[in-house]
């Protein structure tokens, strides 16, 4: 017996089939439906539903492509037996259901997919940041391309969403920082490089590239541009407002590791002050990620760290703005027609790449995709 409170919408938004196979799905999740039970005959749940058997039957066939259920010839569908099975599946089953709840839930007050989407990756990646781990790495493995580089929020949505993708590259991302990447390109450690770098001569990324892969021929693509600043508790305390901000005494700071994008910029600035990192509190201190100096500013730390806006914003804290800067993708030519290449590509000039940054905040798209080659 399926449970009492079985029922369907339709002048909801969601497909009636997908109302039908999400309830089947939590009961079977729940144990409300047993191991090898027997599910109604697609006609008369269609009749107890008032909705066409071609509804149900869509409903079943999907649990079947999902394990959960099996159909034999003449002999109805059942419940897959979890026993004689692995138990993966009825646990994935589970995390869909949880997922989608949060999904439906999400939707009726408003949200939008994109919207959705950006705060999945936010709360991914600030896990992923206190557990300490550093690679991401799309579940489906046709291809393979090994990035490294600059760790960038806009980056993790990128990956997700290429995973997704007809030709479902399996990806392998460690994020090193912008310096660490491109010697991982000069060394052939890596297909493709993540890089934010600010020359001497106000020029952003082509004259490392030129300078650390000397010889070689590579394609610069934009992803994004990004709103850089410094990083502060909610209300902005210390009512920070620019560089100079710097020179206040007891001022604790939070610092992104050695090789980082994020670093040389601080460090040039620095310069043009006239300090040195032994003028600064906390100066040693460095987070691998946008989002560990966020965590150590919310837990009180530190008093200002430099950023992207996504990852204070993700943080509950505030942001006080001071440059734009590209986030470019170095691809070396013999890497640049691969197909797993391409899908990323493809991906970048999609717009639900693009809807997805915007959902994040802090981040043009205007110029993604525009390529420079040297």
């Not at 079943?60 to 004689?84: K, N």
């Not at 100096?293 to 430099?306: F, P, S, Y």
């Not at 734009?324 to 899908?343: F, G, H, M, S």
């Not at 110029?367 to 420079?372: E, T, V």
Request: hydrophobic residues 45%; charged residues 20%; contains cysteine.
């Amino acid at each position: 017996m399926l449970p009492l409170d079985f029922t369907i919408d339709s002048r909801a938004a969601e497909p009636l089939y997908a109302q039908v196979t999400r309830q089947l799905r939590a009961a079977i999740a729940a144990g409300s439906l047993a191991p090898g039970q027997t599910l109604p005959p697609v006609r008369a749940l269609a009749e107890r539903l008032r909705c066409t058997p071609g509804t149900v039957a869509r409903a079943y066939a999907t649990l079947q492509q999902e394990g959960l259920v099996v159909t034999r010839r003449g002999g109805g569908t059942h419940v897959v037996d979890h026993a004689a099975t692995p138990r993966p599946w009825l646990r994935e089953a589970q995390l869909v259901n949880s997922l989608e709840r949060y999904l439906l839930d999400a939707l009726g007050q408003g949200y939008t997919p994109a919207q959705i989407e950006a705060a999945f990756g936010l709360a991914l990646a600030r896990w992923r940041d206190v557990a300490g781990s550093s690679e991401v790495e799309t579940p489906v493995q046709h291809a393979s391309l090994a990035f490294a580089g600059s760790h960038d929020l806009s980056v993790e949505a990128l990956f997700r969403l290429v995973g997704r993708g007809s030709t479902h590259p399996h990806i392998s991302a460690t994020f090193v920082g912008s310096l660490g990447g491109l010697m991982a390109l000069a060394e052939g450690r890596a297909d493709m490089a993540g890089v934010h770098l600010l020359d001497e001569t106000g020029e952003y990324n082509l004259p490392y590239v030129r300078r650390l892969l000397p010889g070689q021929h590579a394609t610069v693509v934009n992803l994004v541009t990004r709103l850089v600043g410094w990083i502060v508790p909610p209300d902005n305390p210390l009512g920070v407002r620019a560089w100079e901000d710097l020179f206040r005494p007891g001022v604790r700071i939070v610092n992104r590791q050695r090789g980082s994008g994020t670093r040389v910029l601080l460090d040039r600035q620095m310069d043009h002050l006239g300090l040195s990192g032994a003028d600064l509190i906390g100066y040693a201190r460095e987070e691998a990620t946008h989002l560990g100096v966020a965590q150590a500013i919310a837990k009180g730390e530190a008093d200002l760290g430099l950023g992207i806006y996504a990852a204070a914003r993700a943080c509950g804290l505030d942001f006080v703005p001071l440059t734009e800067e590209p986030y470019d993708l170095v691809i070396p030519a013999e890497a640049l027609e691969r197909p797993a290449v391409q899908a990323v590509l493809d991906t970048l000039n999609g717009e639900p790449f693009r809807a997805v940054v915007d959902a994040l905040g802090g981040y043009s798209v205007e110029k993604s995709g525009s390529q420079a080659r040297v």
